[in-house]
């Protein structure tokens, strides 16, 4: 947050256990990704000195969440941590069934276990990438209908998230009986982080409600979407955050989720739904792989972590921080002439690297070449999200993706404004030399999910 008439942002917190980060030098840096075969997944976290490949359970727990920890109780069935959990939940999104699992995509394989298969149809305002995989892996189909401006990078909706309900209501009157469930992601986070309205979730739910259609949340970033709500929609600037929560949920019918984004957790995730035979075909599944269902997965201690983290993740001081800081690094970028996408989301910047290096060719990754030279510069890590990602079609063949953007993703409470600063002064320095930066070659890659493990070769 930003004390009135001051620039600066003061973390709402200060620090108690301290982790030390390792210098190390750009000669260092350079063997260490060559080593690496250029690809940012293979650099050991040690060689890295600012971390943004995700924001997933890479943030920092408060001094409450470890005293919480202390108080786990490793009971295998009914534990009093358990229902800590499923209380802080409920507290927040009051359904009936809470169904813990070890991470979100737990929860997917779950829920599309039971509701998926071959003719299936999902509409989603933009699957998250294991979130399409669980879905086609039961041999249905998962559709993308985000609104227009939603697709296009310098669009300023305020709500880019929102789903096109019109295209929703004409795939409904097509395919209603294909449909199992609507899905909804809060916040958008495959199209750069943006959230989804109020107004644009009740007119979700009234389509569902005219075809007797189930809506879920992926609620990965609820908090940071109701904070969105509350800074930039109608009438929602005066109230309490959990209490925009609490309609965001009371919409819907049920939610998977990963605990490793805003509820503050380092591991963790559950499905929660209102349907008590769905619930119960739900408990059958979670059995086979994740465990009892009172524990599902985690251990009495990360439950209790997940219950004070949700209690944390909706308080408004941290929150008006959380925006403004990953808004502060996407305002100074632009400054220095790093095109971005905008307006910035909630947890991460997504650099458009296409655009910083015109003269690399899509299937040259330019992604990939703004990647390690941040890297290189200053021992960024971050993360391509572009032709390297998306470009291998199943049929062997290769196109540019749509995007060949960068990501920043800012983990929780764990990096300081002078960190940020740091990062805006290594995108200057790459900024600067944006034209003596060359494309890459893939050496090496696997079948699927290329982007972990190929290994690439600078171009001369
Ligand atoms: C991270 C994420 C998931 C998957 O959660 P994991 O805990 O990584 O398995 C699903 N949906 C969205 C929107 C996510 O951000």
């Given at each position: 947050?930003?004390?009135?008439?001051?620039?600066?942002?003061?973390?709402?917190?200060?620090?108690?256990?301290?982790?030390?980060?390792?210098?190390?030098?750009?000669?260092?840096?350079?063997?260490?990704?060559?080593?690496?075969?250029?690809?940012?997944?293979?650099?050991?976290?040690?060689?890295?000195?600012?971390?943004?490949?995700?924001?997933?359970?890479?943030?920092?727990?408060?001094?409450?969440?470890?005293?919480?920890?202390?108080?786990?109780?490793?009971?295998?069935?009914?534990?009093p941590s358990y229902f800590r959990f499923r209380d802080a939940v409920r507290a927040l999104f009051p359904f009936e069934h809470v169904i813990p699992t070890h991470q979100g995509r737990a929860a997917e394989k779950i829920i599309f276990g039971v509701l998926g298969g071959p003719g299936k149809l999902v509409p989603n305002n933009t699957h998250f990438d294991t979130t399409r995989a669980n879905v086609e892996f039961t041999g249905a189909e998962a559709v993308d209908l985000v609104i227009a401006e939603g697709r296009d990078p310098r669009s300023q909706h305020p709500f880019k998230g929102n789903m096109d309900v019109e295209a929703l209501q004409a795939l409904l009157a097509e395919r209603a009986d294909d449909v199992p469930v609507v899905f909804m992601t809060i916040t958008n986070n495959s199209g750069g982080g943006q959230p989804v309205s109020l107004a644009n979730l009740r007119a979700v739910r009234e389509v569902c409600d005219r075809y007797g259609k189930l809506l879920f949340l992926d609620a990965c970033r609820f908090a940071e979407n109701a904070w969105f709500i509350h800074e930039r929609e109608d009438g929602q600037a005066g109230r309490e955050v959990a209490d925009i929560v609490h309609d965001i949920a009371s919409l819907a019918d049920g939610m998977t989720m990963s605990a490793k984004k805003d509820p503050m957790g380092n591991i963790g995730g559950w499905l929660a739904m209102n349907d008590d035979e769905l619930a119960s075909q739900c408990r059958s599944l979670l059995i086979l792989t994740e465990g009892f269902p009172t524990y599902g997965g985690l251990a009495g201690r990360d439950l209790e972590a997940l219950a004070q983290g949700l209690t944390e993740a909706v308080d408004h001081d941290y929150l008006r921080y959380r925006i403004t800081s990953t808004a502060y690094l996407g305002d100074a970028l632009q400054r220095v002439g790093m095109p971005i996408l905008s307006p910035t989301g909630g947890h991460a910047v997504y650099l458009d690297a296409r655009a910083l290096l015109p003269h690399i060719d899509p299937l040259h990754y330019p992604g990939q070449a703004l990647a390690i030279a941040l890297y290189e510069a200053g021992g960024v890590r971050s993360c391509e999200i572009g032709t390297v990602m998306f470009g291998r079609r199943p049929d062997g063949s290769e196109v540019p993706a749509p995007l060949d953007l960068v990501r920043l993703a800012i983990p929780r409470r764990t990096y300081t404004q002078s960190h940020i600063d740091y990062v805006i002064e290594v995108c200057e320095q790459v900024v600067a030399a944006a034209g003596d930066l060359r494309g890459y070659r893939i050496i090496d890659e696997p079948p699927a999910l290329r982007h972990f493990t190929a290994t690439f070769e600078p171009l001369r």
């Open positions: 947050m930003t004390e009135p008439g001051f620039r600066t942002i003061i973390e709402p917190f200060r620090i108690h256990s301290v982790e030390p980060l390792r210098m190390t030098t750009r000669a260092e840096r350079e063997v260490a990704v060559a080593k690496a075969g250029y690809n940012l997944f293979q650099v050991d976290a040690q060689d890295v000195l600012i971390d943004l490949l995700t924001d997933s359970g890479t943030g920092a727990m408060s001094r409450d969440q470890w005293a919480a920890i202390q108080r786990g109780d490793e009971s295998y069935a009914g534990s």
